[in-house]
C-alpha cells in the first residue's frame, strides 16, 4: 500500500543526545513536511522541500535539520541545541505545490 | 509572517447542535485553504480544501466552509453534530508561491456529548 512511514513511533532519548526521526514515502510525491504537535499549540512548520537536495526553514527550525538526498526520504534530525525535543512529530507529503497533505503516523519523542 | 488564528480551543456540543469553527489567516497573496480532523488515535485526514471557484465548498460527513476573502477567514460549519464528529479540528493555509509553505492553527477540540 502507498504511504508515509515514520519510525521509530517511539523513541527515548537522554538530553544532549542527538537523534534522526525517519520519513519514508512510497507515493511519489515531490514535497516533504517535518511538524511538530504539542497540545494547544496545533502542527508547527519545521523544515519542507519541494524537490530533492532543496529545504526550507519552518517556523520552528532552530535546533533541527533535514537532509532530502532521495525523493522518497526526508529525515529529521533533533539536535542537542533543540531546547525542547520531547513532542510529537509527523512527517507529511503533496504530489506538489498546492493539494492535500498526507501524514504519517507520527513519531513521539521523549527527551529524558 | 504568515500566521491562522482558530478563535475556540475547546467546544463542547450536544448531539444534533450545529457547529461553526473560526478560522482567519493572515497573509496578503493566493492560498489554498483546508481544514483536517484527527479523531481519537488516527492520522491527521483531509475534511475539505477550497483552491478557487465557490467559496462554499463541501467535504466528507456532511462538513462544509466558507471561503470569505475580505474577512481573511474559512471558517468550517456543519449543521447537525454526531457523537461520532467527536476530534481535533486544524485549519490549514498554503502559500500559493515558492515553497508552499504550509502552517496550522491551533486546532480546535471538539466534544460531541451524545
Known amino acids: 500500500d502507498g504511504g508515509i512511514t515514520q519510525s521509530p513511533k517511539y523513541l527515548f532519548r537522554k538530553e544532549g543526545q542527538n537523534v534522526t526521526l525517519s520519513c519514508e514515502q512510497n507515493?511519489?510525491?515531490?514535497?516533504m513536511y517535518w511538524y511538530r504537535q504539542d497540545p494547544g499549540q496545533g502542527l508547527r512548520l519545521i523544515y519542507y522541500?519541494?524537490?530533492?537536495?532543496?529545504?526550507q526553514k519552518g517556523d520552528i527550525a532552530e535546533g533541527y535539520s533535514v537532509s532530502r538526498e532521495k525523493k522518497e526520504s526526508f529525515p529529521l534530525t533533533v539536535t542537542s541545541a533543540q531546547k525542547n525535543p520531547t513532542a510529537f512529530y509527523l512527517c507529511?507529503?503533496?504530489?506538489?505545490?498546492?493539494?492535500?497533505?498526507?501524514f504519517g503516523e507520527g513519531s513521539r519523542l521523549t527527551v529524558l | 509572517a504568515q500566521s491562522v488564528s482558530q478563535h475556540n480551543h475547546h467546544v463542547i456540543l450536544s448531539e444534533a447542535a450545529s457547529l461553526e469553527l473560526g478560522c482567519n489567516y493572515s497573509?496578503?497573496?493566493?492560498?489554498?485553504l483546508f481544514w483536517y480532523v484527527q479523531y481519537p488515535g488516527q492520522h491527521l485526514q483531509l475534511l475539505l480544501k477550497y483552491f478557487s471557484g465557490d467559496p462554499l465548498v463541501k467535504g466528507i460527513k456532511g462538513f462544509e466552509a466558507e471561503f470569505i476573502k475580505s474577512k481573511f477567514s474559512f471558517n468550517l460549519r456543519k449543521p447537525s453534530v454526531q457523537w461520532s464528529d467527536t476530534a481535533e479540528y486544524f485549519c490549514a493555509v498554503t502559500e500559493n508561491t515558492g515553497g508552499f509553505k504550509t502552517i496550522f492553527g491551533a486546532g480546535t477540540r471538539l466534544f460531541v456529548k451524545a
Open positions: 507529511a507529503s503533496r504530489p506538489g505545490g498546492v493539494g492535500e497533505l498526507f
Open positions: 507515493l511519489n510525491h515531490d514535497a
Open positions: 497573509y496578503g497573496g493566493t492560498v489554498n
Open positions: 522541500s519541494q524537490i530533492v537536495n532543496d529545504f
